[in-house]
């Protein structure tokens, strides 16, 4: 007998159906073993409807996707999706989410496609699943398709019922039709088959707000994030990072003091301490003397945004309509002025994990909380130079990650993967606090200018927007990277986000850049920059709203009504009406009559509206200012979204409650600081985020659209936040603050 | 309020295949403690007074094999395999490692364990704290979360998660103190108690806050 065919036999059966057999307990001893043994996983075949789907024989339902769970609420929304189609109640479905030996590849959780994008494909997957019951069921009932009912998983026909369960008994399901599948793993995959989805009209669990499944366990200590994963003969690892971002390794010394139990561990540029103890790795890493080569090819962070326009540029036109050149030049009045956005954390609450298995037999096991699975596992086999298939990723719960694992897909477990090869045994590395604040791939910052011309009655003529942005999109893995071996590149920035507004004439140019220091980077990459919650969008939005404003002002028109002027999209403006009526919008223009930066605490309101992978979001800022010390306080902020389909308006409602709170963060206290040589922001106290006293109180507006198939809804409200809260300022005090962070010290400087 | 969707407390996550996982070596701290067993030992202990080398965590005394110097949190979670606690940041500023000591909320990375001279609650050890505060009977204690836990469920407080150990511990720790206490109260303790503000990157803030509330009505 050998490990591989009952692995293989496993899978072919459509992974879990068999395990509800009769033997359930030989089966997982089959694979434990099968497991330990590290035979080769065969690749899914995603057109077999068994990959992603079983009915088992009590009538239970797994679901499988490879999609991950970031508390975004995923695994209950699509489980929602897939006992919506199945008519099975919930409760009865499990779902298994990125597992490189268990779940399909369905591309990286990233760019709000875990509902819109994954959620569809499982959809119509489900339907099929129903389909294939029904044949089943009309053959043993002897009753058309048509005549059969489902009700909580029983299908009735005439006075006969049978159970899912029942139907199935334990045989694989396969479809009626083939199902194809295009693009598989890739952000356009689709997936397309015979079966029709319910009709929205009849949904009775998508739409409810179902208590998240994972819930429970966060709260009792059951849940197991990668920063728990414990194997057995495991070292625990602290990699010991360069000390300028293109530094290189000089030598290695000894441990001073002397650290038992310890010892370092050195590939290409790669240096770490290893110790069967977690806290004999972490003081010998801050023991071993380490000369690194001084690298000092920064501009520093004071002089950041002069240093983002003289990058090499990449040009590419985002926008050109009408002449603006001409119109500018024609126009009674213009409005310029100039918006900087600083370089952000993702700011893990947990820093990077992993734990990585290379054996002497050449597999390896990866556990992770990459955002995507089949993405590291691929890294994996090429640092190896080894086959995917040898290499499973088994992808675990981690903190929030926001963007940060989803380019960038594990730097720790690329350097947990040359380290164990290095020493033979599993490796544990945990990153320490000061290895995420300055080694993580950070949000960009960016440069915009604006300009606006009107005309005699107030009208925009021209509009124009140039915009200085970095990558986005940073996919070198750091292990991979320091061990000589460099995976990927790290491109230029890009313009994300559409176009609203009517005006006349417009143009708009994005400089994509290159990581600031990268030409002159030993490993190819710079200060390095990826996706952070809404990337490039964010940047762009504030700058772009919080001008609209301006030009508003300019023309000494109401904020709503300016905006509204200029909108023809009707979701648009359902959402920018449902979010001024909820904050109790008074028209008027900004700033409010009145306002002085003179007379003690001033209050002011600001309006903003987003349009993000399909979905429609708009916010009111209502906040307190105080001139005399610069601080602002956020009152209440509220949000109006409109995402076509809503699966679970608590988990929406959730996810806009973190996109206000995170990015009230971002917007008023976050800025990545750096010398020429590295990040100089090394913990919560050089890179302070929001405290609970600060948290504004959230009111959410969800304007629902069932005949509009759903779109994401973590990033969306994220784009509202600084320009609402800009504007908002503007509208207390007259005075416009046009560069993030807005801290105290900046706003204070603004108001003498 | 009941929770039909939400999985019973001590169902294992998952379906017989990810069981196997687990088997097979992932995730599970327990195995590994398990594994270390010879050198482990976990008594109960009814006693207030902690033989030396050792600490009482959850009701058991624990014998720890780590030097003096080790930080609690490494003890908790390498030792003795709890995952309550987290790693955030190693330097008290951020309360993702938080414990209870005595009943007062401390920063377990930044406390070495040979100084703990009073009982630890991590968030494993919640039900039973409330069990004990409410004489409930055995069977009642079983089927029980700390209120704390279940407003923490009811009110869907947790995205990630990680942070979240933690912030349940400041609220039994101020609860226990202040029964009743105001918006403005709840506020002050997550961030002005010292070492640091209790940070959260999700955004969870204002359902902490309402979470808070709601316990502190399901304890009085």
Redesign the interface.
Known sequence: MTHELDRRTFLKAG??LI?TAAV?GA??AA??EA??AAVPYPALDPTALATWLTIHADGSV?ARSGHVE???GVQTGLAQIVAEELDVP??RI?M?LG?TN?TPDQGDTAGSTSIRVAGAQLRQIAAEGRAALLKLASQQLGTPVDALTVADGVVSGGARRLSYGELVKGRVLTAVAPITVSGYGGFRMSVTGSAKPKDPSRYGTVGKS????????????????V??????N?LHARVIHPKGIGSTLVSVGDFAPKVPGARAVTKGNLVAVVAE???DA?KGAGALKVNWSSWSKLPTSDAVYSALRALPAQDRVQLSRGDVPGALAAAAQTVSATYQTPFENH?????SCAVADVRADGSV?V?SATQYPQGLQKNVATLLGISPERVQV?R???????GRLSANYDDAATEAVVLSQAVGRPVRV?W??EDEHVWEPHGPGTVHDLAAGLGPDGSVVAWKHEAWMPTNSDSTELGAALAGKPLNTTGVGGWTGPDLYTFPSAFELAHGLPELGAADSPYGFGLRTTFLRSPGQYQITFAQEAFVDEIAAKAGKDSLAFRLQYLTDPRAIAVLQAAARAAGWESRPSPKPGASTKGGVATGRGIALVLRDGTYAAGVAELSVDPASGKVQVQRFTVAQDSGLIINP??VE?QI??????TT?RAMMEEVTFDASNVTSL???SYP?????D?P??QTVLINHPEIPATGVGEPAVNLIAPAISSAIFDATGVRLRTLPMRPAAVKAAMV | MADENARPADSSPGPPSDRARIAAGAGAAVVAVAAAATVVEVVRHSSQTIPAGSIRVNGSTHQVQSAPDTPLLYVLRDEMGLKGPKFGCGLGQCGACAVLVNGREVRSCITAWSTVKQDVITLEGLPERWAQAKNLSGDQAAKTLHPVQQAWIDQQVPQCGYCQSGMMMVAVDLLERIPNPTEAQIRDAYTNTPPSPHLCRCGTYMSIIAAVQRAAKAMG
Do not use: N
């Open positions: 992974g879990a395990v359930p089966v997982v694979l434990t497991a330990a797994t970031l508390g975004h919930i409760g499990t298994i597992h268990q179902v208590p998240r499944v994972e819930v429970p366990d966060k709260v009792t200590a059951k849940a197991t994030y920063q728990d994963v414990r194997v057995p495991m103890r977690e806290w972490i700011g893990m609450i947990g820093p096991t556990w088994m675990f719960e981690g903190a929030g990650c926001y945990q320490m606090r608590s988990a959730h409650e973190s996109c206000v709170i995170q963060s913990d919560w106290t985020i929001l405290t609970m006293a948290a109180k959230i």
